[in-house]
């Protein structure tokens, strides 16, 4: 990040340049865009994320397919990626996906989510993670990045681009509907659990959904191709100009999917999945503080540390008293907070203290993860 001068995020300073004031005060850092309301720049920084997200992740993905195809048929490469039952091919096409999935899934996800696929997005719009309307918006930049990462593929690397998705092994094309709705079930589950339900470790949620799309990519990619996101297939056939006559089950399938997985979280959030095995998101004083009453706990009451009496009083005991005396201080929890302050007229002002643990965090089951 490049250092800031003068108020927080009002300029750009590039390295060599110094850190000059600028004249105007309130220069923006893109000062064509500065007549946008917040609400549109927002959704536009968002597309050109998920253009831009989309496009690396399948470029890299399709390169990465390209070598593994080309170096196990040679001269004789097909635009499928389901010709060959070559374990190692399918390992390296799989790795393929699975990282460039994580990597860039993790460089984007503060700018846009992270999504790089139509059926995530579907996903999230129905449990309320975004809105209809940048779900809409971003879809369009996905197919868009996708057909720009199918194109350039096949424009960098020499032979026929051999990355789309096709029947194989026999597979009919119901079988390879069902596949599909199953391998995408379990990616945008993952994500619900990873991403959307926000936990200490949300921050590490790419690495398990690249892991995710590798394993599903490990059963799916001989059969069906492997696709699990609509652009993924669509982009190629762009690049090939052609598309196969059961083109449609890889947007069918995956969006089935989606509706399988939004199903069962929906299902388990209902039943408040919280209180079936508390405090796993816990450190080991959290844990130690925790009293959990199985038989009249609500999900909010698992998701954060509830301390026992006893530990209460423990911390009480340990600390100095006359800390303990002070006017101004009250015991929640073991731990001394402010009820107010004093302001400097002499009067009491009131502190308002957020006690929600970071461990539950917004949930996209309450809409505050709407972007």
């Not at 600028?22 to 865009?33: D, G, I, Q, V």
């Not at 779900?135 to 096949?154: D, H, K, P, T, Y």
């Not at 490990?218 to 696709?227: D, E, R």
């Not at 005396?325 to 302001?343: F, K, V, W």
Request: with cysteine.
């Amino acid at each position: 990040m490049f250092p800031e001068s003068g108020p927080r995020g009002a300029f750009i300073n590039i390295p060599g340049l110094g850190n000059k004031e600028r004249s105007n005060k309130n220069e923006l850092r893109l000062p064509f865009l500065g007549f946008l309301p917040n609400k549109a720049r927002n959704h536009f920084i968002a597309m050109v994320g998920e253009f831009i997200g989309t496009f690396l992740f399948l470029f890299f993905a399709f390169a990465g397919t390209q070598v593994a195809n080309a170096a196990a048929t040679g001269s004789a490469v097909t635009s499928s990626i389901a010709q060959v039952p070559n374990t190692s091919v399918l390992l390296y096409i799989s790795l393929a996906f699975g990282f460039s999935l994580a990597v860039n899934a993790w460089v984007f996800f503060r700018i846009s989510g992270g999504l790089f696929n139509p059926a995530v997005t579907l996903g999230l719009a129905l449990i309320g993670a975004v809105t209809w309307l940048r779900a809409g918006l971003i879809f369009i930049a996905q197919m868009l990045g996708a057909m720009a990462s199918a194109g350039l593929v096949s424009a960098l690397f020499p032979g026929p681009l051999a990355v789309s998705t096709t029947l194989g092994g026999g597979t009919s094309i119901t079988r390879g509907l069902f596949i599909e709705m199953f391998l995408t079930a379990e990616l945008v589950f993952t994500i619900f659990m990873l991403a959307a339900e926000k936990h200490k470790g949300s921050f590490l949620a790419p690495i398990g959904i690249g892991l995710s799309l590798f394993i599903a990519h490990l059963a799916g990619v001989y059969f069906t191709g492997g696709s699990l996101n609509p652009a993924r297939s669509f982009g190629p056939c762009v690049a090939l100009r052609s598309f196969p006559g059961y083109h449609w089950l890889y947007w069918v399938g995956p969006a089935l999917g989606a509706l399988l997985a939004v199903g069962f979280y929906r299902f388990v959030k209902i039943l408040e999945y919280e209180t079936a095995n508390p405090g796993q998101d816990f450190n080991e004083h959290e844990a130690a503080q925790f009293n959990f009453d199985e038989e009249h706990a609500r999900a909010e009451e698992a998701a954060r540390p509830v301390p026992s009496h006893e530990a209460q009083l423990q911390a009480m005991s340990s600390r100095d008293p006359a800390s303990n005396m002070h006017p101004g201080y009250s015991h929640h929890g073991g731990m001394n907070r402010p009820e107010h302050s004093g302001r400097l007229d002499g009067s009491l002002g009131s502190e308002k203290i957020d006690e929600t643990s970071y461990s539950r965090g917004p949930s996209a089951e309450s809409g505050n993860m709407r972007r």
